[in-house]
């Protein structure tokens, strides 16, 4: 049985395989799912070129990550998410 983090390494990962008409059949089960399970949806993307990072560095990257996705997604944590707003308040 797999755990989460394999399968978003196994779901990462195929990204790159796929044609468009799947990237695009993709993005819409993503936002069925956004809905579904009354996600955020992500401000904005990230340069990563202006970082100098290969995609396949970020596949990588986030893949080493995912353990502390959970952390970092938890509703506890989203008090950090307006940190620097907050401390400038103060």
Known sequence: MQNSIQLKIEVISVLDLLP???????AEFVTFLRAKFKLPYVQEAIDLQTYNIQQAEAVELRSRLATFAEDWDSPEMSIYDHYDTYKAKI
């Open 20 to 26: 468009l008409e799947g990237l695009k059949l993709l």
